[in-house]
């Protein structure tokens, strides 16, 4: 049974939840499609591609030029860990909608927000393995002696991975709570 916020304050609670959920609502669409104008903008860019290969990458033997077959598999790897940002994005974005029509203590909401946190500690795990996998890809091409395996870490994969964590336990203290709210209102 869902349960709707309420509040002595009444449609005053409302309107700053359904303010709050919209604002919310708003960044985490903006964050979803930046993230997909971004990596469209990096990869058009051969001077950002380089310093990117060179700076997150870890690339440091980069060629003259890319090879085509190299730039398209790097390319297409990139965006398995920026899908799987704005994919948690766009859930979150979903789940903050809910809130903004009252629908807070749902088993459901619990449900979306385990969801949001698996696909960030998802792209956590993707990130460090899509930036070694490019790095094989960006070099391929290059001469014998100069192709690359480039393991690099940094502290936004543990990030992701710790606010993942935390989505995902906070997701099923939500869910547990909205059992035992089902359960005492059974007595009531």
């Known amino acids: 049974m869902p ?13 700053r939840l359904r303010r709050v959920s919209a604002v919310a609502r708003i960044f985490c ?5 930046l993230m997909a104008f971004g990596t469209f903008w ?25 090879s085509e077959r190299g730039y398209w598999f790097a390319l297409a790897i990139g ?10 994005m766009l859930r979150l974005a979903s789940l903050f909608g809910r809130f903004g029509r009252g629908l807070v203590l749902e088993e ?8 949001v946190g698996w696909l960030l500690t998802a792209m956590g795990v993707a990130t460090p393995l899509a930036r070694a996998l490019q790095s ?14 480039a393991l690099t870490l940094d502290p ?30 059974s007595f009531v």
């Not at 965006?79 to 948690?88: K, N, S």
């Not at 336990?169 to 547990?176: I, N, P, Q, R, T």
Request: hydrophobic share 55%; glycine share 10%.
């Open 136 to 149: 094989v890809a960006l070099t391929f091409d290059n001469p014998s002696g100069q192709k690359q395996l």
């Open 29 to 33: 669409l903006a964050a979803a499609v």
């Open 108 to 115: 459901e909401n619990a449900q979306r927000l385990v969801r």
């Open 79 to 88: 965006f398995v860990p920026a899908g799987l940002f704005a994919a948690a």
């Open 156 to 185: 936004g994969m543990f990030g992701a991975l710790a606010a993942g964590a935390a989505l995902v336990a906070f997701g099923l203290v939500l869910k547990e709570a909205v059992r035992l709210a089902d359960e005492n209102q």
């Open 42 to 66: 990096l990869w058009r860019d051969p001077e950002q591609l380089a310093a990117y290969a060179r700076g997150t990458i870890g690339v440091s033997a980069l060629p003259g030029s890319l």
């Open 3 to 15: 349960l709707f916020i309420s509040s002595p304050e009444g449609p005053l609670a409302m309107a």
